[in-house]
């Protein structure tokens, strides 16, 4: 069945706002903590952002223009989000643990007319900015129309970890917003009255659709703990608000298992979960301290999440779960579709709505994504004859580590300048049960001192990008054609810590 259309002319900040017309004094938003929460009604929050809205048309900027997001964790970030795209800006979210060098690179491939800059982060060289303070002041300006037009047309870019080295620059259209309505029973089992508490920040792209965007464009409240807040401060957070939702990477699942705190939570009706493969264990774990299911979804960088389970099509903790109603996906090997059962390809056909119109200034590397019209997601899966899909792997090298994406070439060429160093090489260990790591393997004439690695990476990689170890190793396993092997640093690991 062929989802319905989007709408033309469409605006996704007005769709997912639209509900302050209705209901302006409903709460939209509740960031959370220790201290008294701070609180956004419907019509608050639209006020703020068509005030941005009207600050960035002020400033200058047309629509079409390109708006780098350099914002921490706060309620700064989805506003000036959703400003820019309600004026027909298209916004760059970035994560506030970029370094400049990795500024510079997304700098260059997108010419942002402006960055929103929070001063405490690192900000990009060479492009004029606006600082919180004048950011903040453009919310009490009169409120601008949104800007309708093309849903095809760009809505706002992402970056993600690619394969040649490089980050990419992924291009959405206003119309992905359409797309993850069939995620609300597909996945969440989303209601108008849910409180949905996601456990990330403000400006990580999970957090912005699944903890935001989602619950705002059905009329619920999202709840957002503040920053700083501890883990273990969130099982009374979720008391507290009576937060029914629960959103948030396994590893969150895993730490506050781990923490054994108290898990009584009455109004949780179930946790999600997105980022990594949930495992079987800690799912069980989940539903025995808490009598509530996790249920997980799969998607990328490049697509919205597209394959889940739900409340109302549960499935097994080893799988994926089963295309949302409305999505065309199929397992794909040398060119064609494979039988119930079949490994190969996990592919997303070309008229999903929630697809990327591509990466920005690299038509050679979209299509090199799809085979006919079948975009190739780059993991490896079956799938029975009822539709659910399990998951085998990764057909490439590319790393999962903490829900992050990261592409092991990207790493190498940021450390491969490390003086003393000759060769170097970086793969994901899982290390503990649902705990996967970047770990580095090098080669030089003698080991190198660990804080020296450490600088460099800091200077030059985000957090998460980042090797939590380094191994000084004799060789680097290759090939007979001198390619690296990266799935062969795994055993060289092993044999390092005297495991099997």
């Not at 780098?68 to 800006?89: E, H, K, Q, T, W």
């Amino acid at each position: 069945m062929q989802p319905d259309p989007c709408p033309t002319p469409f605006n996704m900040a007005a769709y997912v706002l639209a509900h302050a017309g209705v209901q302006p004094d409903k709460l939209a938003m509740a960031i959370i903590g220790a201290d008294e929460a701070e609180s956004w009604t419907y019509g608050a929050l639209e006020a703020a952002v068509r005030g941005t809205a009207s600050g960035l048309l002020g400033a200058g900027l047309l629509p079409g223009d390109r708006v780098l997001l350099r914002l921490g964790n706060s309620v700064d970030f989805p506003i000036a989000y959703l400003g820019a795209i309600a004026a027909g800006m298209v916004p760059v979210p970035t994560s506030s643990q970029l370094t400049v060098p990795e500024l510079a690179t997304v700098t260059d491939q997108i010419a942002p007319a402006l960055a929103l800059q929070d001063p405490d982060l690192p900000a990009p060289k060479s492009v004029r900015r606006a600082e919180l303070g004048t950011l903040r002041g453009w919310r009490a300006l009169p409120p601008t129309p949104y800007h309708m037009g093309d849903p095809e047309r760009p809505g706002y870019i992402v970056f993600t970890s690619g394969t040649s080295g490089r980050a990419r620059a992924v291009v959405h259209a206003h119309r992905a917003i359409w797309a993850r309505r069939m995620m609300h029973e597909g996945w969440y089992g989303l209601r108008a009255e849910d409180r949905l508490l996601h456990a990330g920040a403000f400006n990580w792209t999970y957090t912005l659709g699944t903890g935001l965007m989602d619950p705002w464009s059905v009329g619920a409240t999202a709840l957002i703990p503040a920053d700083g807040t501890p883990l273990e401060a969130l099982p009374e957070l979720l008391r507290q608000h009576d937060a029914t939702l629960f959103a948030a990477a396994p590893g969150v699942y895993r730490k506050l298992l781990n923490a054994r705190t108290m898990l009584n939570l009455p109004s949780l009706r179930h946790g999600l979960s997105a980022g990594e493969k949930l495992s079987e264990t800690l799912s069980q774990r989940w539903a025995e301290a808490t009598c509530t299911q996790v249920y997980e979804a799969y998607g990328m960088s490049e697509a919205s999440t597209f394959i889940s389970s739900s409340p109302t099509s549960p499935c097994p903790p080893t799988a994926l779960g089963r295309p949302q109603k409305g999505r065309r996906v199929a397992i794909r090997k040398d060119g064609a579709e494979q039988p119930p059962g079949t490994p190969g390809t996990i592919a997303l056909h070309r008229s999903d709505p929630g697809l990327m119109l591509g990466y920005l200034g690299a038509e050679a590397e979209t299509q090199a994504r799809f085979s006919g019209d079948w975009f190739l997601t780059g993991d490896l899966g079956a799938m029975d004859a009822s539709g659910l899909i399990t998951y085998l792997g990764r057909d490439d090298d590319m790393m999962n580590a903490g829900g992050y994406r990261v592409s092991p070439l990207e790493v190498e060429v940021a450390l491969s300048a490390i003086p003393g160093l000759d060769q170097i090489a970086v793969t994901d260990i899982e290390v503990a049960e649902d705990a996967r790591v970047i770990m580095a393997f090098y080669t030089a004439p003698a080991p190198l001192k660990t804080a020296t690695l450490e600088a460099f990476a800091q200077a030059r990689l985000a957090g998460y990008k980042r090797p939590r170890a380094y191994h000084h190793v004799a060789t680097l396993p290759l090939n007979p054609n001198g390619k690296l092997q990266r799935r062969a640093l795994r055993p060289i690991y092993e044999a390092l810590h005297g495991q099997t």
